[in-house]
């Protein structure tokens, strides 16, 4: 299944330890077919559990090619990792690297390599992982569809 990721951040005061209360910005990842689409289901997902006011500041396209969550309770962070295919040139001979982003849930940095190469392992091209960065991503929002729903058209 195709995704189509949007970064959108969300603007709130947020009520610190120190009982101050202060403006956040936050960005949370929305899988959606449109930026409206996108706008809509990210308000509808984060409405349950914002009290007070909040406004969507930035909804931006980001292109990832695979994304692995994880169930486990201390992952609760998001890393993106630069992926390096190596394949050959058929005409030159030379190798050929093509760079790839993919997102891991993990809950520090060595766990995001190990979850990565976890989700590799069916991968039949050779890879190399060129970088691997915490991002301040807060959650992120696949797509599920619906056990309802319904294809518009049924066979006869």
């Known amino acids: 299944m195709q995704h189509n990721w949007f970064e959108c951040k969300i603007r709130y005061e947020k009520m610190h330890e120190n009982g101050v209360q202060k403006p956040v910005t936050e960005p949370y990842l929305?899988?959606?077919?449109?930026?409206?689409?996108?706008?809509?289901?990210?308000?509808?997902?984060?409405?349950?559990f914002m009290s007070g006011e909040f406004t969507g500041t930035d909804i931006n396209r980001v292109k990832y090619s695979e994304i692995f969550f994880s169930?486990?309770?201390?992952?609760?962070?998001?890393?993106?990792?630069?992926?390096?295919?190596?394949?050959l040139d058929e005409k030159s001979g030379n190798e050929k690297k093509i760079s790839s982003q993919v997102l891991v849930q993990a809950a520090?940095?060595?766990?995001?390599?190990?979850?990565?190469?976890?989700?590799?392992?069916?991968?039949m091209a050779d890879y190399l992982i060129s970088a691997v960065a915490e991002t301040p991503l807060m959650?992120?929002?696949?797509y599920l569809a619906e056990p309802k729903d319904k294809p518009e058209f049924l066979d006869a």
């Open 30 to 48: 929305v899988d959606a077919l449109s930026f409206t689409e996108a706008e809509a289901r990210f308000l509808e997902e984060m409405t349950p």
């Open 71 to 87: 169930e486990e309770e201390a992952a609760d962070r998001w890393f993106k990792c630069k992926l390096l295919f190596v394949t």
């Open 108 to 123: 520090d940095l060595r766990d995001a390599v190990k979850k990565l190469d976890e989700g590799m392992k069916g991968t």
């Open 139 to 142: 959650d992120v929002f696949p």
